[in-house]
Every structure is written in C-alpha cells, then in structure tokens.
C-alpha cells in the first residue's frame, strides 16, 4: 500500500501542495492529473525522497518514509522507488546496455545477473537489438524506452512517471501508453504518473487524484470523475470532451444564461449548470431554452460530431449524432435541457 497523510510542502511560504491524503493498494496505477504548476512534481518528488514535506507523512507498505513533521526521510536510493522524468538523461558515454547496467552494479549485484536482469528488461521494452549503441544513435522514442529499461531494472516496489510520454509525437505517445500499461501489469510495482493530459489519466489510471492549486479536488477511478464529478474545476478536466459550465444567475422573478432570461430553476439564486456534451442540441431556430451563438468549430470523431459554439465569453461543446446543418460562422441556436447534468455553487462545489 501508498499512503500520503496530509502532505504538504511550501517553498518559502508559498504552499505547492496543501494538505493531500490518500492511499492506493500495491499494483495500484495512480495518475496524478492537474494543470501546469499545480505541484504534481513536487508531489513526485516527495515520493522520491527527493524533497522533504513541510508537514505529514508518506508510507511504503505501511513503512514511513518521509515524515514532514519530524523532518526526516529515507535516502532515495534506499526507498524501494524509481522515477522516470519528461527529459530521459541518459548518461551520453555510455551504450544503451551500459545505461541499463548502471542501477544494477551501483545496488551491488554480480556480473551475471546483471547480465541476465538487463537482457530480461531490454526484451521486455523490444530495445535488445539497440544493446550496443550509444543514446545518439537512437531515436527519441527509442531513448524513453531506455530510460524506462534503466528504471524498472532494480525491480522498484514503487515507479515513479513525471510526464514521461509529452516530449514523444502524439502516435508514439499512443504507443508507449499502452506500452507502460502492460510493463506495469508485468512487474506488479505500484506506479504514480503525473500528467496534464486527462485522455492519459483516463486511459491508464486505476485511480486518479485531481490536484488544483496543491490540494486534491477528487479522488477516485476515472469512471468516478466522469460519472460524478466533484467540482466545477474537476467537470471542466475531464471527460472528452470536457462538460459545459454555464453560469445561472438570478434576474428579478427568474433566471438567466449568458444575459438571456431562461426557463431554468437552480437551487440557490447564483449557481453554475453543468451540461454535458451530449445533452446539448444544435438547431438553426431558436428553441424553448436556446442561446444564439456562433459556430465556431466542427469536427467528427468516432463517427459522432463535435460542434462548438462562442457567445460573448461563453463556450459551448456538444457532441452530436449527426452534422448540424449549419457551417462554421453562421449562427446558431444552443438548446439546453430543461434540467442540468449537475448543479456547482459559484465557488465550484457541488450541490447534491
Ligand atoms: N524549488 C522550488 N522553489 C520554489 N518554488 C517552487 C519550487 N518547485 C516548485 N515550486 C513552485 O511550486 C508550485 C508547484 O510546482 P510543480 O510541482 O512543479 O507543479 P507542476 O509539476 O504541477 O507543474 C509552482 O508554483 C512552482 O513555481
Ligand atoms: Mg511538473
């Protein structure tokens, strides 16, 4: 098991995470999902032992081994951990075998299980056949499956992935998730992957922790945040694409959307609707609850179509079974339903 017990780390007095608990079971594929500079490395290198919290602790199967309120941390090298960044550093002097090497002969193991472990992980990773060259005789791509080979050689309980796919091309990117997937599923380590990208959250997480501004907004499988999502922030992340948020806010006797009175009843007088893609229509007339508003792009994916539309600041996304029969730049009509996927106070937090 991984346990973070309300971690937090400030720099100075700036907090880059607040306060974060949870735990995940061994062989658990938590992904670490959030915007840029939200303290998703900072979270990965407290699990490292790279950086010491300012307060709370992290166990390693039930073993603390960092502890912010008595300030004191295992060595990174003894912590059963290995961490894969977004920038590979090989070492250049060395041949891929050699890099692979390094991890085994610095834990101290004899030369012929060396031999044998760096041969198992160079096939697991289909690299065998590059053993003897140099990192700048391969490609980029062939050079993250080095990296990856040089982490999982020592056999980590826990691996750690700081955006490790974002440097490759999006079809390698592809490739390679599916790839991690199955290296994990082989070694049976619990692994923790930062990213910004909630297709790679979805797709390879067994759990997904939601970080805004340090703190965890949700916490669960991806299913969960799809299903229910816990904040505005946490509906507008996830999900492909990502659910419309549309302020609702009390004019006289009603209410109104984007300026327009609406037929639409929230349960406080200012609140945010969420309506997700699938529950917008698209039609060239207004309707009993629509909103005029430019298309502005349409695109098919999977056979369905991806329609969105601007009105002043607002943003809409729907997703359709048909082409709408308008094109881009023409006006069209949003409808919305007459009862929103989820109701969020202004400050973004769920109402029942
Ligand atoms: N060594 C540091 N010194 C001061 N501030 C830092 C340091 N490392 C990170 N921060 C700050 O902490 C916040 C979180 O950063 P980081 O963990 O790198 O976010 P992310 O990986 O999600 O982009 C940011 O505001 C960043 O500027
Ligand atoms: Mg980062």
């Not at 919290?53 to 951990?81: C, H, M, Y």
């Not at 250049?92 to 050699?98: A, E, L, S, W, Y």
């Not at 991806?222 to 299903?227: M, N, R, Y």
Request: charged content about 20%; some cysteine; hydrophobic content about 45%.
């Amino acid at each position: 098991m991984l346990e973070l017990k309300n971690l937090t780390k400030s720099f100075g007095d700036v907090p880059a995470v607040r306060d974060v608990s949870l735990s995940v079971p061994d062989g658990a594929f938590l992904v670490l999902l959030g915007p840029s500079g939200c303290g998703k490395t900072t979270l990965l290198r407290m699990l490292a032992g790279l950086e010491l919290p300012t307060a709370g602790q992290i166990l390693f199967e039930g073993n603390v081994v960092s502890d912010g309120d008595r300030q004191w941390q295992v060595d990174p090298a003894k912590r059963n951990s290995g961490l894969v960044f977004q920038s590979y550093a090989l070492w250049p002097h060395m041949t891929v075998r050699g890099n692979v090497d390094w991890p085994l002969k610095v834990a101290g193991l004899e030369t012929a299980a060396r031999t044998q472990r760096v041969d198992e992980v160079l096939a697991m990773l289909e690299i065998n056949q590059l053993a003897e060259r140099y990192p700048n005789e391969i490609s980029g791509g062939q050079q993250q499956r080095v990296a990856i080979a040089r982490t999982i050689a020592p056999k980590p309980g826990v691996l750690l992935f700081d955006e490790p796919l974002s440097n490759l091309d999006a079809k390698l990117r592809v490739e390679m998730r599916t790839e991690l997937m199955r290296l994990h599923r082989a070694t049976g380590a619990t692994a923790v992957y930062v990213t910004h990208d909630q297709i790679e959250a979805m797709t390879m997480a067994t759990h997904v922790a939601v970080v805004n501004k340090g703190r965890i907004e949700q916490f669960g499988a991806p299913q969960d945040l799809i299903d229910h999502p816990a904040s505005a922030f946490v509906a507008t992340f996830v999900g492909t694409p990502p659910n419309n948020i549309v302020p609702v806010v009390r004019s006289g006797a009603g209410w109104q959307v984007a300026g327009r009175p609406m037929d639409i009843t929230p349960p406080l007088d200012d609140c945010l609707a969420m309506f997700r893609a699938d529950s917008l229509s698209v039609a060239l007339t207004e309707g009993p609850r629509s909103l005029p508003m430019e298309l502005v792009e349409v695109s098919t994916i999977a056979g369905r179509t991806m329609a969105t539309a601007l009105a002043g600041g607002l943003r809409l996304t729907a997703v359709l079974d048909r082409p709408p029969a308008a094109r881009v730049g023409d006006r069209v009509h949003i409808g919305l339903p007459p009862v929103p996927d989820a109701w969020f106070t202004p400050y973004g937090e769920r109402i029942a």
